[in-house]
T-cell receptor, first 111, second 111 residues
């Protein structure tokens, strides 16, 4: 029973274009959402987060959007760069509990 | 730089031979986590320490144990590794239940 789902295992984008990674969740009690980026043979690196009281958070090229009614969040990367090629994990938590991760989406950015 | 360090990065053990993985942190965070990640899967939480309080996930096998002798160090002991325990083991830390920061992981191979 996956509470956090990343339905696209992979995404390919050209350099300079927008990358949109999607994540759906089932638990309406989740109040904090995060995106992590993972290169091969390394641990996940925190990228950006959003609280459930917001619907958008922006940090440079990275923007996370939260649609609570749809239980959906997305990560936008604009413009995409080859160095963005990695596995992106969506994670969510309910207050006072541990993070629950999705299975990840592998992003490939070609030059 | 404050960080999460895992040793060794690669560990090879024989079927049934006990193995210990280590994690240390310079972030002075009060929570430390151990995750197991298999290929193309979400990181799976095994257990976590809130200070010295140990919290085991319900589905973590008894074969997995953990020790946290002080704030900075946490160990994962696998008493009798099986072939199915081959995975990447990730250590993470956080302040309360805020953003988790991950180490680079230890890749465990069981022969």
């Amino acid at each position: 029973d996956q509470q956090v789902k990343q339905n696209s295992p992979s995404l390919s984008v050209q350099e300079g274009r927008i990358s949109i990674l999607n994540c759906d969740y089932t638990n309406s009690m989740f109040d904090y959402f995060l995106w992590y980026k993972k290169y091969p043979a390394e641990g996940p690196t925190f990228l950006i987060s959003i609280s459930s009281i917001k619907d958008k958070n922006e940090d440079g090229r990275f923007t996370v959007f939260l649609n609570k009614s749809a239980k959906h969040l997305s990560l936008h990367i604009v413009p995409s760069q080859p160095g963005d090629s990695a596995v992106y994990f969506c994670a969510a938590r309910q207050a006072g509990t541990a993070l629950i991760f999705g299975k990840g989406t592998t992003l490939s950015v070609s030059s | 730089d404050a960080m999460v360090i895992q040793n060794p990065r690669y560990q090879v053990t024989q079927f049934g031979k006990p193995v210990t993985l280590s994690c240390s942190q310079t972030l002075n965070h009060n929570v430390m986590y151990w995750y197991q990640q298999k290929s193309s899967q979400a990181p799976k939480l095994l257990f976590h320490y809130y200070d010295k309080d140990f919290n085991n996930e319900a589905d973590t096998p008894d074969n997995f144990q953990s020790r946290r002798p002080n704030t900075s160090f946490c160990f994962l002991d696998i008493r009798s590794p099986g072939l199915g325990d081959a995975a990447m083991y990730l250590c993470a830390t956080s302040e309360l239940t805020d953003t988790q920061y991950f180490g680079p992981g230890t890749r465990l191979t069981v022969l």
